[in-house]
């Protein structure tokens, strides 16, 4: 619920609670074409990776509302967690090539499972319309702008380059989702 305090059409609310998280990441890459060194030529290969993760922790926000004429308001929010997470990635690698002139195919399979803490921060910008009908119904619609930001959850396996090849090395990338929601509601 929202409370007002910073003027007659503007109420602020502070909310905490949990945060789950469930994300699935998928990576397929053919190369084709090649290259050549000294020692070898790679004439083809596939990668596939996975990155499957779960998590829970603590989530604070604060949330806003400016109420505007004919039953629109302004909203903002904002919220940060703390997330405990399971990480489970997989990689696997095929490739043709050939070492001193001679054919081979290479198979490489990596998997890692392990628990981590992650945070996560979380924003919303939107219009909402609500109206408000009989003594304790109200319909509201809502278009916002929505972005979540994981810290290093992108952990699939990749190699580093060409010249360190099959050396392996973690990325630590960021994750951000984001882009317009819309929602309806009808609250009693």
Not at 21 to 47: E, P, R
Not at 74 to 80: E, K, M, Q, V
Not at 106 to 112: Q, R
């Given at each position: 619920?929202?409370?007002?305090?910073?003027?007659?059409?503007?109420?602020?609310?502070?909310?905490?609670?949990?945060?789950?998280?469930?994300?699935?990441?998928?990576?397929?890459?053919?190369?084709?074409?090649?290259?050549?060194?000294?020692?070898?030529?790679?004439?083809?290969?596939?990668?596939?990776?996975?990155?499957?993760?779960?998590?829970?922790?603590?989530?604070?926000?604060?949330?806003?509302?400016?109420?505007?004429?004919?039953?629109?308001?302004?909203?903002?929010?904002?919220?940060?967690?703390?997330?405990?997470?399971?990480?489970?990635?997989?990689?696997?690698?095929?490739?043709?090539g050939s070492?001193?002139?001679?054919?081979?195919?290479?198979?490489?399979?990596?998997?890692?499972?392990?628990?981590?803490?992650?945070?996560?921060?979380?924003?919303?910008i939107g219009?909402?319309?609500?109206?408000?009908?009989?003594?304790?119904?109200?319909?509201?619609?809502?278009?916002?702008?929505?972005?979540?930001?994981?810290?290093?959850?992108?952990?699939?396996?990749?190699?580093?380059?060409?010249?360190?090849?099959?050396?392996?090395?973690?990325?630590?990338?960021?994750?951000?989702?984001?882009?317009?929601?819309?929602?309806?509601?009808?609250?009693?």
């Amino acid at each position: 619920a929202y409370i007002g305090g910073l003027s007659k059409s503007l109420y602020l609310k502070l909310h905490a609670g949990l945060k789950a998280v469930f994300i699935n990441q998928l990576l397929h890459a053919a190369y084709k074409g090649g290259f050549s060194d000294l020692n070898g030529t790679m004439i083809t290969s596939n990668a596939q990776a996975k990155s499957n993760s779960w998590g829970l922790g603590p989530r604070i926000g604060i949330g806003s509302r400016w109420e505007l004429p004919k039953g629109f308001s302004l909203l903002a929010d904002a919220a940060a967690a703390f997330a405990l997470s399971q990480i489970d990635t997989k990689r696997k690698d095929f490739s043709v090539g050939s070492v001193a002139n001679i054919l081979q195919d290479l198979t490489t399979h990596v998997e890692e499972s392990f628990w981590v803490w992650r945070p996560l921060v979380e924003s919303k910008i939107g219009l909402q319309w609500a109206w408000c009908f009989g003594q304790f119904r109200r319909l509201s619609l809502e278009t916002a702008y929505e972005a979540q930001l994981y810290w290093e959850q992108n952990m699939m396996t990749r190699y580093a380059d060409q010249p360190a090849f099959y050396s392996l090395f973690n990325v630590r990338g960021n994750l951000i989702l984001q882009g317009l929601s819309l929602t309806a509601s009808l609250e009693y």
